[in-house]
């Protein structure tokens, strides 16, 4: 399996708080990727990196925002959460935008 | 239309027949394609790439027909195991856009 570590696993938390996920990886790939996953809606990307410091946005980033210092390591923020961003979230990695995509074991994020 | 469309199914099968469903895609530049599987409250994993000419992974086989735009995957002799979701991905040529379909369910029954 690649190497990718999600964190935390499970989240519960209250509107309005501050939460961060992270996803570190020990792949060494350019690409890292986060989705979240709801019924009805399949995967849908969040926001994605191609490099240090190198973030783009997916489909539905209002929100979210990400930070890449260091090649192994992810972060999504929601800054002021809300429940409708009760979701799990997957973070993905690739080689490059065309190789297949590798997931972590994703984070249940509940907010309350 | 979605970009990316798959029959949600479930499809029912019984353990040991055959199954197959499709992908279609709306995207005539759409340049690679995956099939993924994905369990129950699991993270989704690739299960083959698909080549133009078609390809075959012991009981999976992957096919592409891009004059109709889609892509096809069957499973023979159905086990148990391998009932679980079904992701198709579709990556644009232009801007590498990755696209996931919303799976087929598969449901192998004894």
């Known amino acids: 399996d690649a190497g990718i570590t999600q964190s935390p696993r499970h989240k519960v938390t209250e509107t309005g708080t501050p939460v961060t996920l992270r996803c570190h990886q020990t792949?060494?790939?350019?690409?890292m990727y986060w989705y979240r996953q709801d019924p009805g809606h399949g995967l849908r990307l969040i926001h994605y990196s191609y490099g240090v410091k190198d973030t783009d946005k997916g489909e539905v980033s209002d929100g979210y925002s990400v930070s890449r210092s260091k090649t192994e390591d992810f972060l999504l923020t929601l800054e002021s959460a809300t429940s409708s961003q009760t979701s799990v979230y997957f973070c993905a990695i690739s080689e490059s935008a065309r190789e297949p995509q590798h997931f972590g074991d994703g984070t249940r994020l509940s907010i309350l | 239309r979605k970009e990316v469309e798959q029959d949600p199914g479930p499809f029912n099968v019984p353990e040991g027949a055959t199954v197959a469903f499709n992908c279609t895609y709306s995207n005539s530049a759409s340049q690679s394609f995956f099939w993924y599987r994905q369990d129950c409250r699991k993270e989704p994993k690739l299960l083959m790439s698909?080549?133009?000419s078609g390809n075959e992974d012991g009981r999976f086989t992957a096919q592409l027909n891009r004059a109709s735009q889609y892509i096809s995957l069957l499973i023979r002799d159905s086990k148990l195991s391998d009932s679980a979701t079904y992701l198709c991905?579709?990556?644009?040529?232009?801007?590498?856009?990755?696209?996931f379909g919303g799976g087929t369910r598969v449901l192998v029954k004894p």
């Open positions: 991905v579709v990556i644009k040529a232009a801007g590498n856009k990755l696209t």
């Open positions: 698909v080549y133009s």
């Open positions: 792949e060494n790939h350019r690409y």
